[in-house]
Structure formats: C-alpha cells, structure tokens
C-alpha cells in the first residue's frame, strides 16, 4: 500500500457536502485533466514549429498560427477554466457549510461549456479565429462558454449567500471576486473586439484590459482562494494578521487589473492611460506583501514536513511562482526597463509563470486534495504524484528562463542598431529549444496526472460499481410461507 499523497484534512463539514457536490467536481475535474493533456501535446507541437518551422509545414490546419493559440485555449478554458470551478464549487462548499443544489444544472453547464471550446478549438484549428491574442475563439464559440459559465458559477454564489458563517474566509473574498470577474471581462472583451469592435488604438486598449482582468483578478483570485485554504489546513498554521490579508484583497482588487496597457507601452495612448497603467502594477506590490506576509510562514512552518507531502510541493511552488510573478510584472512595468523588454518573449514569459507557475500548479495541488475527500480512497500511485510534481515544476523554471532570459538578451540584441535582424532572430534559437523542453516534461507530468486520476477512478469503480452490479443479479430471497 502506497504512502498517502496528501495529509489527511480534518473535515470542515458533515460528509454529506462532499456527496452534494461530488458529482459536478469529479466531472469538471476530470474534463479539465482531459484538456491539460490534449493542450499538452498541442503545446510541445507549437514549441518545436517555434524553432523547426518545416515540420509538418504542408498541413494547414498544424501550422504554428493555429497550433499555438488553439494549444493555448485548450489549456486555458479547458484545463484552467474547469479546474478552477471545480475547486471553487468544492471550497465554496466546504467554508459555507451547505449542500451544493443544482447538481443537474451545473452537470448541463459542463456540457455546454464542453461543447463550445470544442467549437472554438477546432475553428481556431480550421483557420477560424479572431485573429485577437488571448480572445482567438471564434464568435460562434464564446457564446456557449459564456453560458455555460452561468449555468455552474451562479449555485456557489448561492451557497455562499446561505453559509451558516455570518463572517466569511479570507478563501471566500477570492472566490466571490473570481466567479464574478470571469462572465464580466469575457463579455466585455469579445463585445469589444468581435461583435461591436472598437475602432483603432481602443480595441488594443480593450484586449490588453481584458488579459489582465484574466490573469490577474480571474485566475489570480482562483489561485490565492486555494492557496489561503489549503496551506493553513495543510501545515495546521494560522493566518497571522487577518487585518493584512484584508488590505491585501482590496489592493489586490482595486490595483490588480487596472495595469494590462503596460503591455503596450509606448504605443499610440494617451499618457495617462498608459501611466495609470504602470501605477496600477506598481501598486499591487501591497497586495503581493500582504499575500506573502500571511501565507509564507505557513510555508516555513511546514519545511519539516515537506519531504513526505506531495500536496504542499505543489502549493509551495505555487505560491512562490505567483509571488515572483508579481514583482516582475511591477518591475517589467517601469519605462527604464520596457526600454529592454518591449516586443521580446519576457511578456508572455510573465504569463506563463503566473499562470502556469501560479494557478497551474496550486489548482493541480488542489485537485490532490479534493478528489480523494471525494471517492474516498488515497491516490493509487505516490510515485505518478512525484512525478507529476518534478515535471510541472521544471517546466514552469525552464519556461521561465527560456522566456524572460532569452527575452532580455532578444531585447538587448534588437536595441543594438548595429545587429542585423536575421542575428537578433537567430539569437532566441537556443532558448527556443529550451522551452520545447519545457513543454515535454509539461507534457510527462500531465500524462502522469491522467493516468493517477483514471486508475483511481477505475479503482472506485470496482469498489462501488461492481458489488452494485451483483446485488441488481442475484435473484431475491424466497418468501417464507405461511
């Protein structure tokens, strides 16, 4: 018998809550490990079209234009976007005391939701997309998410309006910020660039906003809800200053997404949308120091324990990547340092390890946790686990360095007039090869995942299914006679 992968958590609530809301988390959950390893292949297909643009050249539906943004979406409103409503519906929950309703609603959500990022994907795949970063899925498709958010997102809004707690966590802020968020930016952002697009310098404006309510105040709410509960569980410290964690929600809401113009600076803005934009990354630093003033003693208070538990690798990475990720975005935001860093890779690099690093790895800790309270049994393979862990971790490092490294040395060649453009471009080539490394062991450690949650679920599957099965069979006991 394998060692557990996560340390037991003392139950929050009556084992009824678990049953009310097993069903739509173990659906959404396993869908979105479904996306996370289709994404996977996809993204280690755009990383090697990245530096090896012929192969596959003579398939048009393969080439790196397609390949990428479809890879990235797959990852993001497969994998991203269902993880984290599974862990929000179970969190929500969880702190509130009170059964989920709408079961068959959410399950009927899932399925809308399945069934319009697999339009937008192969569309995007089909030569179909906007053309938009970050807002590539066709028109067609985004309707469908859109409601098929509305049809799961509303009942943990409904289970939070009757906790039993008058006073809420400090997981709940996030999650109610999260859950709100979300249907507002998309709405808003394929309004404003596909169905009545703005005019000129105005639908940039609204596609660098609408990237920054994404990362920042969607999945970087998702990400800080898990980590401000499972952390403080996990390693049994408390949350030393709730006045701080506090101070830090509201800067962390009011300042986090008002910075996504800094991706264009130097652009054709008026100044002081593009000043209101580095005050605003600048500004959330607060945030970033009441996050990391609450949570990282958590974290030293578990050194001891983090050779045994796989759980907190994931969430201690997690909350280190998101940290980094934070400061560095303050930092790319400053005029003396986009001199370096404008129209290089250190941009998507950012993206990459706060989302990825951030939200990626806190939400797949999570999953650790979460399933198991749900079926009952501890993951099958400690050793998968492991293994998930190391790859997702060296892959966000390596990503990291292969985008922010090579995006400074990108930036610092295309600043040298006396570089020609062909030499600036051939520069990135070894740090291109790097991040298709990156996205192999993304790839392995995503395998491992699918492979733990299936034979996990084969397991209960035998355990319930089976006995269930027999009893349908055998006939009934004769009844006695008079």
Partial sequence: MPPPVAASLAPAAPADLDRSCRWPVLVLGGLSAGWLVFAAVLGVLAAIKLHAPGMLANIEWLTYGRVQPAAWNALVFGFGALAGLALALWLMVRLSG????????????AAVWQVGLKLGVLGVLAGDSTGIEGLELPRYASPLLLAGYLLIAPWALVVFGRRQRRESYISQWYLVTALLVF??????????????????????????????QLWVLWFGSLTLAALFYFLP?????????????????????????????????????????LSLAV????????????VGANLLPSLRAALSRLSGNVVLWFLGFSLLAWLTAGVL???????????LTHFTLVTPGLDQLAFLGGFGVAALGGLYVVVPCLLGRDWPSRFLATLHFGCAAGAVVLLAVAFLVGGLVHGAALNNTDVAFLTVAKRYL????????????????????????????????????????????????????A
């Fill in 329 to 339: 975005t303050a930092l790319n935001s400053l005029a003396t340092v986009r001199h």
């Fill in 233 to 273: 569980k996990l390693t049994g410290a408390a949350v030393p200053s709730r006045s701080l964690a506090l101070f830090g929600f509201w800067t962390f809401v009011a300042f986090g997404g008002l910075g996504g113009l800094t991706r264009y600076a130097g652009g054709p803005f008026p100044a002081w949308m």
């Fill in 98 to 109: 009170v059964p989920l309703a709408g079961t068959g609603t959410i399950l009927f959500g």
């Fill in 183 to 212: 249907p507002w930016c998309f709405a808003s952002g394929y309004v404003l660039t596909s169905f009545l697009p703005l005019r000129g310098v105005l639908q940039a404006a609204a596609q660098a906003w609408y990237l920054q």
């Fill in 279 to 290: 005050v605003g990354n600048v500004l959330t630093l607060f945030a970033i120091y009441g």
């Fill in 430 to 481: 070894p740090f291109a090869s790097t991040g298709t490394l990156a996205q192999l062991l993304w790839l392995v450690g995503s395998g491992a995942f699918a492979v733990n949650f299936l034979w996990l679920l084969g397991a209960c599957a035998r355990t319930i299914c089976v006995p269930a099965a027999r009893a349908l069979v055998e006939p009934l006991p004769a009844e006695g006679k």
